[in-house]
């Protein structure tokens, strides 16, 4: 079993930055693929971004490509999404997830986190 919580959502204005983070703990996280993932009211969950459990491979959607940057500190069991360029169509709760096989897109993850509210005003 892998616990993930999510934390850094926020009310921000278009343009600003903000940086999500999902801590991660139980099993060895730093061995598991992370993606994010979001859902606005009323739309279907759509991925944002993955990355490799060691970091050396990134995969973004184009919607936010440019302007999100996926990471992550496994000495701290933690990942990360940093977005910059904020919009109000990125606002939604963010989700992040983990798998033991890296996905580039939208796939079936093993383990959620239970998600952090972002809200961009224009």
């Known amino acids: 079993q892998v616990q993930l919580v999510e934390s850094g959502g926020g009310l921000v204005q278009a343009g600003d930055s903000l940086r999500l983070s999902c801590a991660g703990s139980?099993?060895?996280?730093?061995?598991?693929?992370v993606g994010w993932f979001r859902q606005a009211p009323g739309k279907e969950r759509e991925f944002v971004a993955a990355?490799?459990?060691?970091?050396?491979?990134?995969y973004y959607a184009d919607s936010v490509k440019g302007r999100f940057t996926v990471s992550r500190d496994n000495a701290n069991n933690t990942a990360y999404l940093q977005m910059n360029s904020l919009k109000p169509e990125d606002t939604a709760v963010y989700y992040c997830?983990?798998?033991?096989?890296?996905?580039?897109?939208?796939?079936?993850?093993?383990?959620w986190g239970q998600g952090t509210q972002v809200t961009v005003s224009s």
């Open positions: 990355i490799s459990w060691r970091g050396g491979t990134t």
């Open positions: 997830a983990a798998d033991e096989f890296f996905i580039a897109g939208t796939g079936e993850y093993d383990y």
């Open positions: 139980g099993r060895t996280f730093s061995s598991y693929a």
